[in-house]
């Protein structure tokens, strides 16, 4: 085998590590930064100028912390869980190209670390690896709101991944290949954003109940399990769940890029290819910002609730979504390509129905959460 | 191609190595002086009560079962939807036919309550 290919790939692996690091590290910053300013706060200040070395200090002051160990915990699986729960953030990101390819010292250089044809399939394994983490992290701590913590993570996980599935199903119908690659390619003339928004709308919500954040961050619920599965954790370990999380909203919005936004493609990217890593920047950024937006809006649902919306109202939703998205290729192979216009007319029209007929529901979960904040 | 899967090999290899050294920097520069208040199960102040890993609900077990039904047939969905266009109407009808099928399923889950949370 070629050498220089080998070492090309160890150098792109270490720069995506290098880059993801440090993307957790300033989104960290810039979660407490922005949720500060939507609480009319300030923020992280004082280290470094304007708080910019507050990450640095977080890193050195957890180092440095105790590490504790229960005495009745597995102790080969307490310390396995977190770096089972650490790997599949740091490599989900392997089938994503964050750019077309360059020329650098004489070679072509593809800006991604691989374009596997089955992309899309290498990313839902993955992502469901990161279940084994929480579940054995919870159930090593030998501790009972941990224990509950990671069974209730593991069940809203997996109750979510198949509307996640299911809707990761439309960009692959319109793109006719599971190569993330291609499906950026096929949205060279429009964001499938346009052609699939309720598709969109549903991996975003599934998403953000896969990663655990807010409103669904049961696992982690203070009020009640203390922490969820990372109670016990403590020092280094406990900085591993939390780099694996928020790696994971990282990589939940690069993949939402790929799928819906068109990834690193925007004006001249043909001509400038390192303009591509740019686009597919504000991108990610201005997703972000969203998941941090819904963290200071909305408060956290009941665990019965969450479970009804994934089951009752999200997988049957997206179910229905894949059949109008199919339906509407149908059509627009038939009678002209302006008919692939129907799939979001009929999309939003199953959407508001769906509203509709949940509506009892939604107004009494809205009037709670009102009544909660005052 | 399989070489295309060494790539991400490399990286797991890299990545499981920056976990492992991760473990070991808060190993090596943490104190450690566990006493026997510290080493119990954090109960937000308590004493313990009972065993850490208990009995836990059957509807765990319920959600577990209906996702692997369910799962394989968004996996079944992804061979499906690359050869769409080339099925054509076909492929349509005999996916609703298979989803039908699996929707009856659904129904019968639902109105016997697998899917309540009370």
């Given amino acids: 085998m070629d050498l220089a290919l080998l070492l090309e790939w160890i150098i792109k692996s270490l720069v995506l590590i290098l880059i993801l690091l440090t993307s957790f590290a300033y989104l960290t910053f810039y979660e407490r930064k922005a949720l500060a300013r939507i609480q009319?706060?300030?923020?992280?200040?004082?280290?470094?100028?304007?708080?910019?070395?507050?990450?640095?200090?977080?890193?050195?002051?957890?180092?440095?912390?105790?590490?504790?160990?229960?005495?009745?915990?597995?102790?080969?699986?307490?310390?396995?869980?977190?770096?089972?729960?650490?790997?599949?953030?740091?490599?989900?990101?392997?089938?994503?190209?964050?750019?077309?390819?360059?020329?650098?010292?004489?070679?072509?250089?593809?800006?991604?670390?691989?374009?596997?044809?089955?992309?899309?399939?290498?990313?839902?394994?993955?992502?469901?690896?990161?279940?084994?983490?929480?579940?054995?992290?919870?159930?090593?701590?030998?501790?009972?709101?941990?224990?509950?913590?990671?069974?209730?993570?593991?069940?809203?996980?997996?109750?979510?991944?198949?509307?996640?599935?299911?809707?990761?199903?439309?960009?692959?119908?319109?793109?006719?290949?599971?190569?993330?690659?291609?499906?950026?390619?096929?949205?060279?003339?429009?964001?499938?954003?346009?052609?699939?928004?309720?598709?969109?709308?549903?991996?975003?919500t599934a998403t953000l109940a896969e990663v655990n954040r807010s409103p669904f961050d049961m696992p982690e619920a203070e009020q009640e399990l203390t922490a969820g599965y990372h109670v016990e954790y403590s020092g280094m370990k406990f900085a591993l769940f939390f780099i694996a999380e928020y790696m994971k909203m990282i990589a939940v919005s690069v993949i939402l890029a790929a799928l819906f936004l068109g990834g690193y493609r925007g004006p001249f990217v043909d001509q400038v290819p390192l303009l591509g890593p740019l686009y597919l920047f504000v991108k990610v950024f201005v997703l972000l910002f969203i998941m941090i937006w819904v963290r200071a809006t909305l408060p956290r649902i009941r665990y019965d609730r969450l479970m009804a919306f994934g089951w009752k109202l999200l997988f049957p939703l997206a179910l229905t979504n894949v059949f109008l998205t199919a339906v509407g290729i149908i059509l627009a192979d038939t009678y002209g390509p302006a008919f692939l216009w129907s799939i979001p007319l009929m999309s939003i029209l199953a959407f508001l129905v769906v509203n509709y007929l949940a509506r009892d529901r939604i107004a009494t979960a809205s009037a709670q959460a009102v009544s909660f904040r005052r | 191609m399989l070489i295309e899967y060494l790539p991400i090999a490399i990286l797991l290899v890299i990545s499981t190595g920056l976990a492992a050294l991760i473990v070991w920097i808060g190993n090596t520069f943490g104190p450690r002086r566990p006493t026997l208040r510290k080493s119990l199960p954090y109960e937000s102040g308590m004493n313990p009560i009972g065993p850490g890993t208990r009995r836990m609900p059957v509807r765990f077990y319920l959600v577990a079962v209906l996702f692997i039904l369910f799962d394989i047939e968004v996996v079944f969905f992804l061979p499906w939807a690359i050869v769409f266009r080339q099925l054509g109407l076909f492929g349509l009808i005999e996916m609703f036919v298979f989803i039908f099928i699996l929707l009856v399923g659904y129904v019968y889950a639902w109105k016997k309550g697998a899917l309540e949370w009370e």
């Fill in chain 1, 40 to 204: 009319v706060r300030i923020g992280p200040n004082r280290a470094g100028p304007g708080g910019w070395l507050q990450p640095v200090a977080d890193a050195v002051k957890l180092i440095f912390k105790e590490e504790l160990t229960p005495a009745k915990a597995y102790k080969v699986i307490f310390v396995i869980a977190p770096m089972l729960t650490l790997l599949p953030a740091l490599i989900i990101l392997a089938v994503v190209p964050f750019g077309s390819s360059i020329t650098l010292f004489g070679r072509q250089v593809s800006l991604g670390i691989t374009d596997i044809n089955v992309g899309v399939l290498y990313i839902m394994a993955v992502a469901s690896i990161s279940v084994y983490g929480i579940v054995l992290a919870g159930w090593s701590s030998n501790n009972k709101y941990a224990m509950l913590g990671g069974i209730r993570s593991s069940a809203q996980m997996i109750s979510y991944e198949l509307a996640l599935g299911l809707s990761i199903i439309g960009p692959i119908l319109l793109a006719e290949s599971m190569s993330i690659g291609e499906i950026i390619d096929a949205q060279r003339g429009i964001w499938f954003l346009f052609l699939q928004p309720v598709g969109a709308i549903i991996f975003w």
